[in-house]
């Protein structure tokens, strides 16, 4: 059997609905249904399209596309984080480590003064702000793509929900070290102090990577992965 645009409509309306909300993902699964079907069809000639379809189907097991799905999302999640790392790297050159010395610098000395807990907790929480707010504007922004375009990406969302939620959650554990024991920076050792330092200089990096590197650079990345993205 050669399947026609109608079957593979079809098959894209079938992976749709056994849950798979993401279009880079039912093509996947389309092509592996639609090569799949092809070869039931040639042992079995008198198969309909629709039960060498169920055939196939049944070779993913009593979760369906949930695995496939799921592990997707997880390759994804990983290839986030891989860029976050990437872009950290990046950051230290020669002028950025200055920049960076100056902050670490200024968060140490700031330790020294009265009460710097609750300037350490503001810029903590500016900064899971920024992260929860981005994600509720991008929620929206994405809603708003998807009755246009009816399409939904799994990088894109990564990139603007999923992966940001995940940074967010990071940041959180993070933020408990300095804290853990005493909220007065004047009676922890030079070690904490540094370390403390240290952690907040790499969470401002971080949230400066995540809130705004990444979605400058969201379109680019979203066509290097997705080449037909950049038609939409």
Not at 74 to 83: C, G, H, I
């Amino acid at each position: 059997m050669e399947l026609t645009k109608k079957h593979t409509e079809e098959l894209y309306i079938f992976t749709r609905q056994h849950f798979v909300e993401y279009y880079d993902v039912q093509t996947e699964l389309v092509d592996h249904l639609a090569n799949d079907i092809e070869q039931i069809s040639e042992e079995n000639p008198n198969l309909s399209f629709e039960d060498a379809r169920d055939k196939s189907f049944k070779k993913f097991g009593i979760f369906g596309f949930m695995d496939v799905v799921q592990s997707k999302e997880s390759q994804m999640t990983k290839k986030y984080f891989k860029l976050i790392l990437k872009f950290i790297k990046e950051w230290f050159k020669p002028l950025k480590i200055v920049f960076t010395l100056l902050i670490f610098f200024g968060f140490y000395q700031l330790q020294k003064v009265p009460n710097a807990d609750i300037v350490y907790n503001a810029i903590f929480m500016g900064i899971i702000f920024a992260q929860i707010t981005l994600i509720i504007l991008n929620s929206r922004k994405l809603k708003k793509k998807f009755k246009t375009t009816n399409k939904k990406w799994l990088f894109e969302n990564i990139i603007n929900i999923q992966g940001l939620g995940s940074a967010t959650l990071i940041l959180f554990y993070f933020f408990n070290f300095p804290f853990s024991n005493t909220k007065d920076f004047l009676i922890i050792g030079d070690f904490r102090k540094a370390f403390s330092a240290f952690l907040f200089t790499f969470l401002v990096i971080f949230g400066y990577i995540t809130l705004i590197v990444i979605p400058k650079k969201a379109n680019q990345l979203l066509q290097e992965n997705y080449p037909e993205y950049k038609f939409i």
